[in-house]
């Protein structure tokens, strides 16, 4: 499908899944909206983002806002016709929502029937099968460290080409170019 002229909203655009997103979004032609709470991201991040987008960085446009405020969301979808919506904005550490379970139910699931409610009253109701194609692993891709793989080779032919060395270099690449993480000064 070509991104070309789409015009795309994204949830949790300032954090690590979102903001990858977006930024290939853009590589691909798309313009993209992205909304984040900050409840696990930084301002900085939207500065580093933009710097990485360089003249593509006018096609993306943030606005501080939680999937569980419907005014601020209706007021995001009057202003603007959306193609689609990539939802990533979430609670998603396992052991925190074994202790906050409410918390991640209000988050997760309430947020998320908000933000199709606004959807759907905005014309944007067809929820689309994603297609996808099980490939080779990507570079970078980590490999499981806490369990065994065996499964998923014998059952998805998965068999991991990086191993927890590759994972440490380049985890100790990222943190030498970035020694203060997102406050690393640009
Ligand atoms: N990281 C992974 O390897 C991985 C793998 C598979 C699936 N996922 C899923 O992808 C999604 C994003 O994961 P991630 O690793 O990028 O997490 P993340 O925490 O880095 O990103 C989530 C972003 O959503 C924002 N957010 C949270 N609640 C919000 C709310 N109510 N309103 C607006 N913004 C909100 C956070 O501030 C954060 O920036 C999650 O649903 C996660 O389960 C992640």
Redesign the pocket.
């Known amino acids: 499908m070509s991104l070309a002229a789409k015009n795309i909203f994204v949830?949790?655009?300032?954090?690590?899944?979102?903001?990858h997103t977006v930024l290939t979004l853009l590589e691909h032609g798309a313009t993209v909206h992205l909304?984040?709470?900050?409840?696990?991201?930084f301002p900085r991040?939207w500065d580093h983002m933009k710097k990485l987008a360089g003249d593509k960085a006018d096609k993306m446009k943030y606005t501080e806002?939680?999937?569980?405020?419907k005014e601020g969301l209706t007021k995001i979808f009057d202003a603007e016709t959306f193609d689609c919506v990539i939802h990533?904005?979430?609670?998603?550490a396992v052991g925190e929502s074994v202790d906050k379970p409410l918390e991640y139910y209000r988050?997760?699931f309430v947020?998320t029937v908000v933000l199709l409610e606004v959807m759907r009253a905005h014309g944007l109701k067809n929820v689309r099968r994603v297609e996808y194609k099980i490939l080779d692993r990507r570079a970078g891709d980590s490999v499981a460290v806490w369990a065994a793989t065996e499964t998923a080779e014998k059952e998805l032919g998965w068999k991991s080409k990086y191993n927890v060395d590759d994972m440490c270099k380049h985890q100790w690449a990222w943190a030498s170019k970035y020694p203060q993480g997102y406050e690393t000064p640009l």
């Open positions: 949830t949790g655009g300032l954090g690590f899944i979102g903001s909304i984040d709470n900050l409840s696990n991201s991040v806002c939680d999937i569980n405020d990533f904005a979430g609670f998603k988050n997760n947020g």
